[in-house]
Nanobody, 126 residues
Framework: QLQLVESGGGLVQPGGSLRLSCIAS????????IGWFRQAPGKEREGVSC????????KNASSVKGRFTISRDNAKNTVYLQMNSLKSEDTAVYYC???????????????????WGKGTLVTVSS
């Protein structure tokens, strides 16, 4: 079965950190660029960060620049999102998605991604 599975979400206080993981099963992740997206209650899904197939290109939304870092370990078929200095407005369900493109990546939530995970909830609250 081809799937992406996110993990690492939870409850954290403002200013804290979390690391999310996105693990692929049933396919080889290094053929795909990966994006992290999030959706807060009552809001549209938005792109957060993305990384190209071999990690040479990364992009971050302006709202997370300097706080979130995306990385990947293709040997482990895993992509990570390190989130630091978390704010209450970062509260959302976080999804990873894979698209088979080379030389770039996308944080456009409207892009035709090939695979989506089911998400992991991040709650930032005191």
């Amino acid at each position: 079965q081809l799937q992406l599975v996110e993990s690492g979400g939870g409850l954290v206080q403002p200013g804290g950190s979390l690391r999310l993981s996105c693990i692929a099963s049933g396919f080889t992740l290094d053929y795909y660029a990966i994006g992290w997206f999030r959706q807060a209650p009552g809001k549209e899904r938005e792109g957060v960060s993305c990384i190209s197939r071999y990690g040479g290109i990364t992009k971050n939304a302006s709202s997370v620049k300097g706080r979130f870092t995306i990385s990947r370990d293709n040997a482990k078929n895993t992509v990570y999102l390190q989130m630091n200095s978390l704010k209450s407005e970062d509260t959302a369900v976080y999804y990873c998605a894979a698209v088979r493109i080379s030389g770039t990546c996308t944080t456009d939530a409207r892009y035709g991604m090939d695979y989506w995970g089911k998400g992991t909830l991040v709650t930032v609250s005191s």
